[in-house]
């Protein structure tokens, strides 16, 4: 739609639509989003925090304040679309701050204050995710979807020191509180997790937990992750 002589142009995401390659960018950079934010209140490594996540033409840019106070010193970290999944970006990151240099001098350039840097994820061994990071991730993937619900299917957690992630949840039909046992995958899947209130209550697969009394009876669903 065009616009009429001596009127302001659009407004930025007031057209009627938007292009595909647009959309698929915001749509990686909303998902990397999401997966960054639990660092705010964290750190990404040691002496590292994340100050921020920008989008880019087909790509996503982290910023990262490596240091602290006076001596410290801002970099932008640019990943491409589709080079890394959004689960493994931490890892990368990770890799890229306590590792060796993987990038040459055209790589490098400034922007905003910040030294950005373009990665080549293919170049780079993520480091694994840490326990706490795979239970938030599937704590995060039961929670969230009812965090408006009246009837919330999680209700606790506690991370286990055998590899394991006890899930407390409501029962679909009744009063009470179950327990599941799942493992912390390196990669959780995100369709058992969300089957999981099936398979908590599969015929035969609920047994008393007489050590535990936060819940009234326990699944084993170590053969299903």
């Known amino acids: 739609m065009g616009v009429a002589p001596g009127e302001p142009p659009p407004a930025p995401g007031t057209q009627d639509h938007e292009a595909p390659q647009d959309q698929e960018d915001h749509e990686e950079q909303a998902s990397v989003t999401r997966r960054l934010l639990y660092f705010l209140n964290g750190r990404l ?11 880019a033409p087909g790509a996503v840019r982290v910023a990262v304040r490596v240091g602290k106070r006076k001596d410290a010193v801002d970099f932008l970290y640019e990943i491409p679309h589709g080079a890394v999944s959004t689960y493994a970006l931490p890892g990368l990151l990770r890799a890229v701050l306590t590792g060796r240099r993987l990038h040459s001098s055209s ?10 840097i373009r990665l080549h994820p293919e170049r780079i061994v993520a480091d694994p995710e840490p326990a706490a990071g795979r239970a938030l991730t599937a704590v995060r993937a039961l929670a969230e979807p009812a965090a408006d619900a009246e009837d919330p299917f999680l209700v606790g957690f506690l991370m286990r020191d055998d590899g394991l992630l006890r899930l407390y949840v409501r ?27 099936s398979l908590v209550e599969e015929p035969g697969r609920l047994r008393p937990s007489p050590d535990d009394p936060h819940c009234d009876l326990l699944a084993d669903l170590t053969d299903r992750f």
């Open 171 to 197: 029962p679909t039909d009744g009063p009470g509180v179950l327990g599941a046992d799942v493992p912390l995958a390196e990669s959780p899947s995100t369709a058992l997790l969300a089957a999981l209130p």
């Open 107 to 116: 790589d490098v350039g400034e922007v905003m204050g910040m030294t950005l």
């Open 45 to 55: 490594a040691p002496r590292c925090r994340l100050r921020g996540v920008l989008p």
